[in-house]
T-cell receptor, first 108, second 113 residues
Framework: RKEVEQDPGPFNVPEGATVAFNCTYSNSASQSFFWYRQDCRKEPKLLMSVYSSGNEDGRFTAQLNRASQYISLLIRDSKLSDSATYLCAVNYGNKLVFGAGTILRVKS | EPEVTQTPSHQVTQMGQEVILRCVPI?????FYWYRQILGQKVEFLVSFYNNEISEKSEIFDDQFSVERPDGSNFTLKIRSTKLEDSAMYFC???????????FGSGTRLTVV
């Protein structure tokens, strides 16, 4: 099993849609989980941390399921500007390991 | 003001040449990292640097690679003898505290010809 695995997509959705991404990880000892956004040929930018209790930031909701070892990101009311690659990141020891990313394309 | 500044933004080098990539993070952070991303592939961990020492490195980070923080501010990644397959985006990252997310620099695009 890969350390961090994501569905590569692409997810093609209309503006205003709700879209969800999942990410699975193999290390049951991992303690830190994050979602990043990466635009084409740019650096990853931290979108949000993922907490055990789940957390929300505006249109974005992140959840963690430790038993099944996955994290999720829900985007409500998608905007054109949400089009990007979404990376999940999980700590393995003292480093973050990134998934390959899920491509989101929001269309008008 | 960007929190992590990387220079140069793009470097083209001949195979076999040495390159030095530079990163200027906020000086009061203790944890620094180098990652790379080959075009179309995932962001890959290279090395972590804590308290002015390497704390962990990946299999990619072989003897051709080295990191230094020569003056307490700049954080450099050196590739001694570049290969074609070293062509990638190289990102520096800093972490304010344990369990915090990383902040990445804007990257250096290295092209080896």
């Amino acid at each position: 099993r890969k350390e961090v695995e994501q569905d590569p997509g692409p997810f093609n959705v209309p503006e205003g849609a709700t879209v969800a991404f999942n990410c699975t990880y193999s290390n049951s000892a991992s303690q830190s989980f994050f979602w990043y956004r990466q635009d084409c040929r740019k650096e990853p930018k931290l979108l949000m941390s993922v907490y055990s209790s789940g957390n929300e930031d505006g249109r974005f909701t992140a959840q963690l399921n430790r038993a099944s070892q996955y994290i999720s990101l829900l985007i409500r009311d998608s905007k054109l500007s949400d089009s990007a690659t979404y990376l999940c990141a999980v700590n393995y020891g003292n480093k973050l390991v990134f998934g390959a990313g899920t491509i989101l394309r929001v269309k008008s | 003001e960007p929190e992590v500044t990387q220079t140069p933004s793009h470097q083209v080098t001949q195979m076999g040449q040495e390159v030095i990539l530079r990163c200027v993070p906020i000086s009061n952070h203790l944890y620094f990292y180098w990652y790379r991303q080959i075009l179309g592939q995932k962001v890959e961990f290279l090395v972590s640097f804590y308290n002015n020492e390497i704390s962990e490195k990946s299999e990619i980070f072989d003897d051709q690679f080295s990191v230094e923080r020569p003056d307490g501010s700049n954080f450099t990644l050196k590739i001694r003898s570049t290969k074609l397959e070293d062509s990638a985006m190289y990102f520096c990252a800093r972490q304010a505290r344990v369990n915090y997310g990383y902040t990445f620099g804007s990257g250096t695009r290295l092209t080896v010809v």
